[in-house]
């Protein structure tokens, strides 16, 4: 009986420290540690800098007052542009920090914490970065700022997006698509990721867990916006998903060295569409489908966790490159507000940061190790000036084009999880 008891106490022993053999996994949560008190000493001694908090503010009182026709929600920046879970989200902050902006760094300074250990969890759970690399997730100043001292609402749609990207690592394609548009319905810049989440969801899932995991998706938005499409629905889907917003070519970070009457045309626009969509195509059939013989070729099987966050990080990467403008508030653990253009319009799509997909994707290159810190620095170093130049502008497109063309020549590798095991089983 000794003996036995014994036995079972063993395995006990060994798993209690067993996060603590993992080298990557602890050096993760003293990096949380070390931010979460960065993020502290911010609030507490960098000045807070207003730019969206009273139109937030005004545009949620409008809302909680009664008014349900988005041409009445206003700030003083302007008309409400983002969808109802914008309002359902800072009404609640309203009401637990009654509108001051301290509490809310406070509370906002939680959401940075979680944001992160989400996107730490992905990165540890993929295995792509070395341990130490993770830093890199943390040295953005940036988004730091867009967090506590910006307290935008990208910080909500991302932690979002965020939580849907860690809940595809276990293929729960209903649950992310729950998620996901929870993130659009904050958002709609979030949509970038939706062109590379199809086509996994394609080689995952047959065409009927396809079209429910997409109703589950629908669903949530004609919830969240119920309250105003049984009201006026023009008014609020013309305002809550615009299409034909119209950036100021001063502010553009990466087509700054572009004349403005070329910048602001319909062709320069239309020309980077087809780039988009030739981009997206393109890697869709040579890189994320080339091991099934091409994008038109199903898969039907687990997809390995890597495979997934590079499609979604790179697709997302592609629209980047794309954009005729990304613009400074936006650049965060997530954001960078491009507008890819259809018809000459222009429409907020894509989520991306340096600290957050970069490094991911540099690691997914065959570039040596100091190449990639270089780029990954310099793309840092160009969102630093301010305001952009040509110079600026310019080094950040090659910077993306350098990055892009590392994933296009990168080896691909095998995206499924069955076949590789059962080929070691065999090989055994």
Known sequence: MALKSGRKLQPSRSRRPQIF??????????LIFVDALLVALIIAYVPYTKIDWDAYMSQVTGFLGGERDYTNLKGDTGPLVYPAGFLYIYSA???????????AQILFGILYTINLSIVIFIYVKTEVLPWWALILLSLSKRVHSIFVLRLFNDCFAMTLLHAALATLLYQKWHLGLILFSGAVSIKMNVL??????????LKAMNIYGVISALACA??????????FLVSYPVAYISGAFNLGRVFIHFWSVNFKFIPEPVFVSKQFAISLLIAHLGLLAAFAHYKWCRHEGGLFNSGLKILKEEHIMTTLFAGNFIGIVCARSLHYQFYSCTNL??????????????????????????WRTHFPTLL????????ELCWNVYPSNIYSSALLLCLHLLILWGLWSAQSQYPYVEDE????????
Do not use: H, W
């Open 372 to 379: 990639r810190l270089i780029l990954f620095v310099g793309v």
């Open 337 to 362: 507000e491009p507008c890819v253009p259809v018809d000459a319009l222009m429409y907020e799509l894509t989520p991306y940061s340096t600290s957050i997909a970069c490094p991911y994707l540099l």
């Open 93 to 103: 902050i309203r009401f637990i920090t009654g509108g001051e902006v301290y509490p």
């Open 192 to 201: 970038l990721y939706a062109p590379p989440l199809l086509l996994l969801m």
């Open 21 to 30: 053999k993992n080298p990557k996994a602890a050096f993760a949560l003293a």
């Open 218 to 227: 629908a669903l949530v938005q004609i919830l969240v916006g119920l309250p």
């Open 421 to 428: 095991l059962s080929t070691r089983k065999k090989e055994k």
